[in-house]
């Protein structure tokens, strides 16, 4: 915001001065606060309705930016290294962006990018279990849990993919495009001479759109801050209400009560937020964190609560409290890419689910039982499936497992190709681009009859 609304345009309606290095964190605060109100205040409702209005906003959006590109395009080489069209890789990245754009290597060295094929095994080890994991605890289940049907919640959780890939990298690789044809026209220069490439998303967008589509992107990027802060708080607030003050405090409060609580929490965790997000040095190093400390701290119980019937509260408690503690200890012990200790806060994390769900009796049967007949588990349920039939010689155990991951298989590489397909379309790569329609139609034709029509079973 920096960028598009210039300090000197502001400071004289400021009561007080700030020092360039926090001019940005005003910047943050001020439309945090704004995203806090109309969270609180606004309910889960308002969030659906106002991700409508901004998914709607972005798709012109995205769509211009992509017009864009192509026209400025058009007759023009990018200026890219060997293999930066290739999506394939080595175990480096192999990049030389030497008399390109000098700093990008030593920005790939920082970040930790060089070993790109572990940084891509640690990827996808976890995005395997997170997957395993179902729907994170957040705005995402809330969305899974709103659906009437499994079915529904299926087809929900599958459009996303269809409906958001391929606009979002219509924007993605447009701006890219813009920024390498134009490099040496932003001004990307940060504190003490060194190339800010965190500038180079909003400098594209200042330098190159139109009057009409820089408002439209501006109010489509605000609004996806909005939504996705938004969704995030709404769901903190039921959590620490609903599963801690109605639970453990005030049980018969008053709806009056519950309210004001709902206010306080929302109001006490966007200033927590703040608070880190003052400590942060950059967006890489808050992300890794977050895909690495984080989701290695959580990911084991919200595992095993689905595949493993002795798991119970106490070992889900006692899994997410060594994870995130440890996740949260990680940045001052150790150095490298918070991804690459993935395998360990895994580890510490499966260590304390599996000690804190022994040092307590299991979860009563008739609830185990319940639970196994409603969602037909895979995973290791020998004892319930035993109780279960016993009571009722019909039922029969989930005999899909096979099926679902020939299915997830497909699904991940349909996702890939949804993603990589308006970027082949932009850069007029035509043989990669008819590849990738083809390989998106076999998927569709299979996972046709393989998917969607088993929805039903």
């Given at each position: ?10 400071k ?5 001065d700030?020092?360039p290095?926090?001019?940005p ?16 205040l ?15 906003i972005?798709?012109?959006a995205c769509?211009?930016i992509a017009?864009i ?8 080489t ?21 008399g ?7 920005k790939?060295e ?10 891509f095994?640690?990827?996808?080890l976890?995005?395997?279990f ?5 729907p994170?605890?957040?705005y ?8 009437r ?20 990298y219509?924007?993605?690789?447009g701006?890219?495009?813009?920024a ?10 940060g504190?003490?001479?060194m190339?800010?490439?965190?500038m ?20 489509g990027?605000?609004?996806a ?9 709404n ?5 620490i209400?609903?599963?801690i ?9 008053s709806?009056?009560?519950i309210?004001s ?7 006490a965790?966007v200033?927590?937020g ?16 977050i ?10 119980a ?12 106490n070992g889900?408690f ?5 994870g ?5 200890l990680?940045p ?9 200790w ?9 260590t304390g689910?599996?000690v ?15 639970f ?7 995973g ?9 039939v ?5 039922f ?8 679902d991951?020939?299915?997830a298989?497909?699904g ?17 790569m035509?043989?990669?681009?008819w ?7 076999v998927?569709?034709f ?10 039903e079973?």
């Amino acid at each position: 915001m920096e960028i598009f609304i210039p300090w000197d345009l502001v400071k004289g309606y400021v009561p007080f001065d700030v020092a360039p290095k926090y001019i940005p964190h005003v910047y943050g605060i001020t439309f945090t606060l704004f995203a806090m109100f109309y969270s609180i205040l606004g309910g889960l409702h308002s969030i659906v309705l106002g991700d409508m209005i901004k998914y709607a906003i972005m798709t012109v959006a995205c769509i211009s930016i992509a017009v864009i590109a192509m026209s400025h395009l058009n007759g023009q080489t990018l200026n890219v290294p060997d293999g930066w069209h290739n999506p394939f890789f080595g175990w480096k990245l192999d990049l030389d962006w030497t008399g390109i754009a000098e700093d990008a290597n030593k920005k790939i060295e920082e970040d930790g990018f060089s070993l790109f094929s572990l940084f891509f095994g640690m990827m996808l080890l976890k995005g395997v279990f997170a997957s395993l994991a179902g729907p994170a605890p957040n705005y995402d289940m809330q969305k899974v849990l709103s659906t009437r049907s499994p079915k529904e919640a299926s087809k929900m959780t599958g459009f996303v993919s269809i409906i958001l890939l391929p606009i979002r990298y219509s924007m993605v690789i447009g701006l890219t495009v813009l920024a390498l044809l134009y490099y040496d026209r932003l001004n990307l220069k940060g504190p003490g001479g060194m190339t800010d490439f965190e500038m180079i998303l909003p400098a594209a967008i200042n330098t190159f759109l139109p009057t009409g589509v820089l408002g439209l992107v501006l109010t489509g990027l605000l609004g996806a801050f909005m939504g996705t802060f938004s969704g995030t708080l709404n769901a903190a607030q039921a959590y620490i209400v609903n599963d801690i003050y109605l639970k453990y405090y005030n049980p018969n409060a008053s709806t009056r009560k519950i309210i004001s609580m709902n206010y306080i929490v929302g109001v006490a965790v966007v200033f927590i937020g703040i608070g880190l997000g003052l400590m942060a040095n950059n967006v890489n190093d808050i992300l890794q964190w977050i895909v690495g400390g984080l989701y290695g701290g959580y990911v084991a119980a919200n595992c095993l609560k689905w595949y493993w019937w002795r798991f119970n509260a106490n070992g889900f408690f006692w899994g997410m409290a060594v994870g995130i503690i440890a996740a949260l200890l990680m940045p001052y012990f150790t150095s490298g890419l918070p991804l690459y200790w993935w395998p360990l806060l895994f580890i510490l994390s499966l260590t304390g689910s599996i000690v804190g769900t022994y040092a307590t009796a299991p979860t009563d049967m008739k609830v185990l039982k319940s639970f196994y007949k409603t969602v037909r588990p895979w995973g290791f349920w020998a004892p319930v499936h035993a109780e279960v039939v016993a009571e009722d010689p019909t039922f029969l155990a989930n005999k899909r497992f096979k099926l679902d991951m020939f299915n997830a298989v497909l699904g991940i590489i349909a996702q890939l190709c949804l993603t990589i397909l308006p970027m082949y379309f932009i850069l007029n790569m035509q043989t990669p681009l008819w590849i990738t329609i083809a390989v998106l139609a076999v998927l569709v034709f299979v996972l046709k009859r393989t998917w969607w029509n088993k929805l039903e079973d």
